[in-house]
């Protein structure tokens, strides 16, 4: 907890960390809402907190202030996201903080909803409420990607998930792959699952492996039916999951499946931003699939779970893509590793 003698930026600093850790609790629920916090801070302490815990329900900011009561007059707000400017499902969370009778504003960064998009910062200083922006962006945004990327740009933010051996192999010829890697990389897939909108992948994968790609973790902190059920997608170009071979898989028994037989891969990341509200965008096949995301240059964020094992030369390859020559690699940045149990966890960004 910081002192008098620590200057304000290291106080805004450490409340809107409280706030980010706030807006962690949403993470898996808000979909297709961000995940957002709020801290009411006054005479450096905790008076209030809250989070957005799912579309529909109030927003941080309000749960925040029925947290303080009559504490938030004079308080200061920490939120993660520009307080809301609009009706929208709930009234505005401007309106709401100049109504509590806080004295100062402080936000990670700015909301880029068209619908708020600065005016929220606009209402708080036109009602006389001095706002800060611009504390720990980087971390807060971190949390929202694919709301953020929607937002600004209406396609979404798509991270692409490999499991493999050592040598860069993600099942037997046989297609048998259950399990190359353990349970810890297997649980945090389940994350993964958690935050995405909607999960693509092949009918290849569907007819081999058969897949449940559901989520049933006890490890989010929240429970598995609390978490909005990804859409799923299964690109079938060639039609080979007919209509009547559909109760043989799993997936194709669920009712928000989406069969898209279409080549363009780039029309159907927009359709799920612009017709299912889908922003975080996970892909989840084989070689080929994987080989074409990448190679349309349509993966924001690689996902490596690496096991330390060999499977040789006749296992299947993680990507289908055929560089002419070293000038054609596809190269990434290590943004994060860890281990996950015996595991290796590798977060790759495209260069
Ligand atoms: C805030 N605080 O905690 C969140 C905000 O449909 P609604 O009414 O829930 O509005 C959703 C939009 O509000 C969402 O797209 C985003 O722009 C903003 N989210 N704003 O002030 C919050 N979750
Ligand atoms: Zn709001």
Redesign the pocket.
């Known amino acids: 907890m910081p002192n008098s003698n620590h200057s304000q930026d290291t106080k805004d600093r450490y409340f809107m960390m409280l706030a980010i850790e706030q807006a962690k609790r949403g993470l898996y629920t808000?979909r297709?809402?961000?995940?957002?916090g709020?801290v009411l801070v006054k005479a450096d302490e905790v008076v209030g907190q809250g989070?957005?815990p799912k579309?529909?329900q109030p927003?941080?900011?309000v749960f925040a202030l029925k947290d303080a009561g009559n504490r938030a007059v004079g308080a200061t707000a920490y939120?993660t996201?520009?307080?809301?400017s609009?009706?929208?499902?709930?009234p505005p969370?401007?309106r709401a903080l100049i109504e509590s009778g806080v004295k100062r504003v402080v936000i990670a960064g700015l909301?880029p909803?068209p619908?708020?998009a600065g005016r929220?910062v606009k209402l708080l200083e036109e009602a006389g409420i001095p706002v800060t922006v611009g504390v720990l962006t980087a971390h807060a945004e971190a949390l929202n990607k694919g709301?953020l990327k929607a937002?600004r740009s209406q396609m979404p933010y798509v991270r692409l998930k490999i499991a493999t051996s050592l040598d860069g192999r993600t099942a037997m010829a046989s297609g048998e792959s259950k399990w190359i890697t353990g349970t810890a990389a297997r649980e945090d897939v389940q994350k993964l699952r958690a935050q995405s909108g909607a999960i693509i992948t092949g009918s290849e994968t569907v007819i081999v492996d058969n897949p449940q790609l559901n989520i049933r973790s006890s490890q989010l902190g929240v429970a598995p039916e609390e978490v909005p059920p990804p859409k799923i997608v299964i690109l079938d170009r060639r039609g080979r999951l007919k209509h009547d071979l559909q109760s043989d898989y799993q997936l194709c028994r669920r009712s928000d499946t989406l069969y898209w037989r279409e080549e363009n891969l780039i029309e159907l990341l927009k359709s799920l931003v612009r017709d299912y509200q889908c922003y975080d965008v996970l892909v989840e096949a084989g070689a080929s699939v994987a080989g074409s995301f990448l190679q349309q240059q349509l993966v924001d964020e690689l996902i490596v779970y690496q096991a330390p094992c060999l499977l040789g030369m006749q296992a299947r390859p993680m990507v289908a893509i055929n560089p002419l020559s070293l000038a054609q690699q596809l190269r990434f940045d290590v943004h994060c590793h860890e281990q996950l149990g015996a595991d290796l966890k590798l977060t790759l960004y495209p260069l």
């Open positions: 808000t297709p809402n961000p995940a957002v709020c989070f957005h579309a529909g927003h941080a900011e939120v996201l520009e307080p809301c609009h009706t929208g499902r709930t969370c401007a909301d909803n619908q708020v929220g709301f937002m």
